[in-house]
Structure formats: structure tokens, C-alpha cells
């Protein structure tokens, strides 16, 4: 408290937290793989591990767009049935042991969409182009060694909305196409090792027959998606935050000039997170 912060500081700031940030964030972002192959499994070469979560364990982020099966289609599942139990009403599409070898091989970003016929009855916001729904699938394996570990897929959009399978297991659905999420694995029936027996697959439905906006916005996998196994105690994504407390900040400028800036003195800087322990009973 009591700190003294010069606008034409700001700058050198946001770089240095940044900076900060990258190095402290027990990430490493790594490609795996891009082949054409419908199997997603990593190797060696694709896992890197940070500087360490806060169970002294190292954090594993791994870039997910690759080897997606996709297919559209002509609608989207209802959205019934409990979350985190086995949907009676499953499609065949969400069943693990469901043939897509026919499908076709994309990496995200993805827009399903893009590739209909134009039509001048079609939205003209929408670019005449159709709306529509499609599928899509992933088999992947987890290494051995992350059992034990907290494992989740983030999303950082999938437009427009979603439910997802996980080993015929319904893992949640999210409304919002330009909103991130993410879902836990290990506590949804996530296999782990090599081998057939193994193997994970993971089916998302997408119902981008409407959207938000008067633009075209597409529909899809629209961004990235990483899979990343952490410590059993771990900061989830998206509930840590700083700020700054300017209840007893005084500001005055530092010259007649606005490109001068101003000064403040008494402001307070507050970090707040939320940590989640798995290990606990």
C-alpha cells in the first residue's frame, strides 16, 4: 500500500508482468503432432513440463487442435439427460466404439460452415451461406503417468452450442460461441496408458444453426483447445484476478502536457485466486 504509479510507467509495467507471467506459468505450450491420422497420442517430444503447480508438481499444456474427425449434420441432440452420468438418450455419434473412419480429418480452428453453398435466400448477414450442426470426434491417449494428476480440456470457443462426450459419459454442454470453458477428464471416466483398451474418445456436437450476431460468425471449432494435466492442487482457469484499489489513491498530473501522464500515490494492489485440492477428503 502507499505505491506511487506513473501513467507513463504503464507500459513497462504491463510488460514486465507479462513477462513475469510467462515464466511463472508452469505452461508449455506444445504443438502435437498435425498428421492426418484420427489418433491423438502423445509422445515425448509433446510434453513439456513448467516450472511447477502449486502441489511442487509440473504442469502439462498441450496443444488439442489436431486429428479432429468431423462430420455435418442435420440436427443437434436435445439437450436432456443429467450431466456427468451416461445419457439415455445418447446419439450414436457420442458412443465410443461409433465408426467415423469415413468422417473427414480437420484441425481447429475449424469453420464447418464455410464450405456450404451459397444461396441468395440464405441470411445475407450470414453471408447467404446455410446454418447448420455438425460432429466432432477425437481418439486420444493420456500417458500412464498422468494418472493421479487433474486433467481437463479447455476450450476457448466452440460456436455456437455445445455437448460433449467423454467414453459415452455427457460432460457438460455450453451455451456461448465466443466464451472459453473447460471440463475436467480425470473425474469423468478419463483412461489412462497405451493400447486399445486405453484409448479416449471424445465427441462434441455443435448446433451452430443460429448465432448472435448480424455478422457472419461461422460455426465450429473456432479457436484453440488445450489439454492440460496439472497438480491435484492446481488454480483452476479463469478464477484468478488482480486489481488495483484506488479508494485512497491521490492523482495529479505530472505537467501541463497530457502526454506528461499523471501520477498516483496510495494505491493498493490485490491478487485474489481461488485453489482447488483434489487430494482432500
Not at 160 to 172: E, F, P, S, V
Request: hydrophobic letters at 40%.
Amino acid at each position: 500500500q502507499g505505491a506511487q504509479v506513473h501513467t507513463g510507467s504503464w507500459m513497462m509495467l504491463a510488460w514486465i508482468a507479462f513477462a513475469t507471467l510467462v515464466l511463472a506459468l508452469p505452461n508449455a505450450l506444445v504443438a502435437a503432432g498435425g498428421d492426418t491420422s484420427s489418433h491423438f497420442e502423445l509422445g515425448p517430444s509433446d510434453r513439456n513440463s513448467g516450472a511447477g503447480d502449486l502441489g511442487g508438481e509440473p504442469r502439462d499444456v498441450v496443444n488439442f487442435d489436431f486429428a479432429w474427425r468431423f462430420r455435418l449434420s442435420a440436427s443437434s441432440p436435445p439437450p436432456k439427460g443429467v450431466e456427468g452420468t451416461v445419457n439415455i438418450e445418447m446419439p450414436d455419434e457420442a458412443l465410443p466404439g461409433f465408426d467415423d473412419s469415413a468422417w473427414d480429418v480437420v484441425d481447429a480452428p475449424h469453420d464447418m460452415l464455410i464450405g456450404g453453398n451459397y444461396d441468395p435466400t440464405n441470411n445475407k448477414a450470414q453471408a447467404f451461406l446455410p446454418r447448420g450442426c455438425g460432429w466432432y470426434r477425437k481418439h486420444f491417449a493420456l500417458p500412464e503417468e498422468w494418472r493421479g494428476s487433474t486433467v481437463w480440456l479447455y476450450f476457448e470457443g466452440i460456436f455456437h452450442q455445445t455437448a460433449m462426450w467423454l467414453n459415452g459419459r455427457r460432460i457438460g454442454m455450453h451455451r456461448g460461441g465466443y466464451t472459453s470453458f473447460w471440463y475436467r477428464l480425470d473425474s469423468k471416466g478419463a483412461k489412462y496408458g497405451s493400447g486399445p483398451s486405453n484409448a479416449n474418445v471424445l465427441a462434441v456436437s455443435v448446433n451452430a444453426s443460429s448465432g448472435t450476431g448480424w455478422w457472419y460468425e461461422g460455426g465450429g471449432l473456432a479457436r484453440h483447445q488445450y489439454l492440460v494435466r496439472a497438480s491435484p492442487i492446481f488454480l483452476p482457469p479463469d478464477r484468478s484476478w488482480a486489481y488495483a484499489d484506488m479508494a485512497n489513491s491521490k492523482i495529479v498530473g505530472n505537467g501541463a502536457a497530457p502526454a506528461d501522464g499523471l501520477s498516483a500515490t496510495g494505491v493498493a494492489f490485490a491478487v485474489e485466486a481461488v485453489v482447488k485440492n483434489t487430494r482432500a477428503s
